[in-house]
């Protein structure tokens, strides 16, 4: 039984925060119990190819820091590999549970129709896989630290008076 458990990048020229620092391994996030999970990690996808490979790469690079053998990017639209492509590609590695976590800040119309949806729709031609819609990223504290951080780098290249 499929079930939806709810909705819940500006582009820089500044270096992204380290990714050892995110997603540093923890007591809390054991390594074991995680076969026939899949993660698919969203973005909203663009015209632009070079935006469309820095999500790749994102995502590849939290696969290897993660605990997760079944890890695959996503873009909503505009490139491939879409939702559609990246649930098929999870289930034909053997995941029967996936989690859908896009990468978006706020709950808009995207996160409450169009990506679960979609989801919903890839589930649909393969019965018995449950799955889940992650919620946004919302003002998590390590988003406001990201904030604070970018604010300073920018405020370092501003000319003082």
């Known amino acids: 039984m499929s079930t939806n458990s709810g909705i819940g990048a500006v582009g820089r020229t500044t270096s992204p925060m380290p990714v050892s620092r995110i997603i540093a391994p923890s007591e809390d996030n054991p390594t074991d119990d995680n076969d026939g999970i899949g993660i698919i990690i ?8 070079d935006a469309n490979l820095r999500h790749e790469r994102f995502v590849a690079i939290w696969h290897e820091h993660s605990r997760y053998e079944i890890v695959e990017p996503a873009h909503m639209e505009f490139a491939q590999p ?19 976590l896009p990468l978006f800040l706020w709950p808009g119309m995207h996160l409450k129709r169009d990506i679960p949806a979609l989801v919903a729709q890839s589930a649909s031609r393969h019965p018995g896989v449950a799955y889940a819609v992650g919620p946004p990223l919302g003002a998590h504290p390590l988003l406001l630290e990201i904030v604070d951080a970018h604010t300073a780098e920018c405020l370092d290249r501003l000319p003082r008076p």
């Open 82 to 100: 879409s939702i559609s492509a990246a649930f098929d590609s999870c289930v034909a590695a053997g995941a029967t549970m996936l989690v859908i």
């Open 42 to 49: 969203v973005d909203h996808g663009s015209r632009s190819a």
